[in-house]
């Protein structure tokens, strides 16, 4: 009794660690992508488009060519660098049209609503593992649109992959958590998966709220 006690204890602890290695990852990618998004008010204007479809093609080849996943660590850094560099002009954009107010509390919004989706991914989903290969497809159709929303510039076009993204991004978040705690993860890809998932939503929530008061 005392030995099943005692590996019951281990396990918690082994676990928490485990989980406390998540967040710090998460923490680390959102500091990576700080710095980018400081050193972002001196990217020149006629960078941001041909960084933004570089950044697409990458994310694609790392999920389409296995080969590229070996370079996942430097991947993760290439993009919380690239990302903040560009956020920097649409965080400033966003912020004087909406004001600071409307900002923040889209913001909050967003946080919200990643908190929500984890809790409910977490608490009261038995096993999401078989929405996975959807919501894979459903991220590829949307980098290949995206992609092409490059040579159409249509506002309708661009507001239905915004509501398509934001969608895909709080089922991932869904979807993570579950992962989380079935204990199907390593800590530094889930951390990473996390950061991009909250990211997606922030950029999305203000984006939609840009388009919609205008």
Known sequence: MVNTSQQHSQSQHATSHVYSKVWLYFMYYWIIFGIGCY?????????????????????????????????????????????????????????????????????????????????????????????????????????????????????????VITVVSLLLFLMYTLYDFNRLKRGHFSPREMGFNLFINLLNIIKDILRLANTFKR
């Open 39 to 159: 050193f972002g008010q001196y990217l020149p204007n006629s960078w941001r488009q041909p960084l933004s479809f570089g950044l697409l093609l990458l994310i694609l080849a790392t999920l389409v060519i296995k080969r590229a996943r070996r370079y996942g660590l430097i991947i993760s850094h290439i993009y919380a660098i690239v990302v903040g560099l560009l956020s920097y002009a649409t965080f400033t954009t966003y912020l004087q049209n909406l004001g600071p107010e409307v900002f923040y509390k889209n913001i909050a919004l967003a946080i919200i609503a990643f908190i929500a989706f984890g809790i409910i991914g977490y608490f009261v989903i038995g096993d999401a593992s078989s929405i996975g290969k959807y919501l894979f497809v459903t991220l590829i159709a949307l980098i290949i649109a995206s992609l092409i929303g490059f040579f159409l510039h249509n506002p309708i076009f661009y507001t």
